[in-house]
């Protein structure tokens, strides 16, 4: 077995191991590229409320685990276990995969030949694309007004502070180690906002690779994807990362751009509830602290 280069979580939630995308998209890839395969470690991390007895031969790779820790943590507690074994195995690079990503074939051999070449020291991060319903998510930045997503065309590294979601992100886990780690107040959401800034401003710059990976975000169908309860935790975490970064204008953007969203989602949305979580937020009314609203559904 040759050196492993990537240490991979897949964190699953209410979901059977052979439903996941994810860990199916793996499987078929890494069964002809065992090449590949090898140089990477998997850890499946099961936040769900019961374990699974499932066999792990299907996922053929460098290693691989199974963790069911017995209460749900969230993103934060799955992350932090795998960059401790990053750590004590020697693993340079942490790779994040939520769920319901589709691994395409171009994805990992764009991102091992990254992390092989003369990458810059200052690189902490290696992101895809994301796209869902055919246009790109992730990553982007944020200005005052609006949040920009990075154009299909563009590679490398962008020349302003990038934010970009979980699945897919591959973090050099000295960069993470030096940052405290994933934030266990950021249990869930936002938690790959603050990451991005906390690496940056310590010094650290995003790499982007060309290839696009299939994602299913639930923040942009929240009615039907999102429960009302952690949507209130969203909001929290989402004022703290404002709190903390100061991205796009800071507090009182914040509250202009929330008061915005409360108008659309009253129009859009036939359940108000999230309208008038919105509003509350944007005029300070009392959210939940992250650490209270513990469900990720």
């Known amino acids: 077995m040759g050196e492993i280069l990537i240490q991979c979580v897949v964190v699953l939630y209410k979901c059977p191991l052979g439903e996941s995308s994810t860990l199916n998209s793996l ?3 890494w069964r002809p590229r065992q090449d590949l395969a090898q140089q990477i470690a998997l850890l499946i991390y099961d936040n769900s409320p019961d374990s699974q007895a499932h066999p792990l031969s299907e996922w053929v790779c460098g290693a691989t685990e199974y963790y069911h820790p017995g209460e749900n943590g969230g993103l934060a507690a799955a992350y932090n276990h ?3 074994i990053a750590q004590h195995s020697g693993i340079e690079w942490l790779l994040l995969l939520d769920q319901d990503s589709v691994i395409d074939s171009a994805f990992f051999p764009a991102l091992i030949a990254a992390i092989a070449s003369p990458m810059p020291t200052e690189i902490c991060g290696i992101v895809p ?6 246009r790109i998510i992730s990553p982007g930045f944020l200005t005052r007004f609006r949040r920009h997503i990075l154009p299909a065309a563009f590679s490398g590294m962008h020349n302003k502070p990038i934010s970009a979601m979980n699945s897919g992100a591959c973090l050099r886990v000295q960069a993470v180690a030096a940052v405290g780690g994933f934030p266990r107040e950021y249990w869930l959401d936002y938690l790959d906002h603050i990451m991005f800034f906390r690496l940056q401003a310590a010094g ?9 990976l299939q994602h299913r975000a639930s923040f942009k169908n ?11 935790g969203l909001l929290a975490a989402e004022w703290d990362y404002v709190r903390e970064s100061g991205v796009g204008g800071g507090s009182w953007v914040h509250r202009l751009r929330l008061i915005r969203r409360a108008l659309g989602q009253a129009l859009k949305h036939n359940n108000k509830a999230y309208a008038k979580l919105s509003l509350a937020a944007a005029i300070g009314a009392a959210i939940e602290p992250v650490s209270s609203v513990k469900n990720q559904s």
């Open 82 to 84: 795998a960059l401790t």
């Open 129 to 134: 694309k994301l796209t869902q319903d055919g």
């Open 222 to 232: 929240i009615e039907t994807e999102m429960s009302v309860n952690r949507y209130r």
């Open 27 to 29: 499987a078929a890839f």
């Open 204 to 212: 650290g710059h995003i790499w982007v690779l060309k290839v696009e």
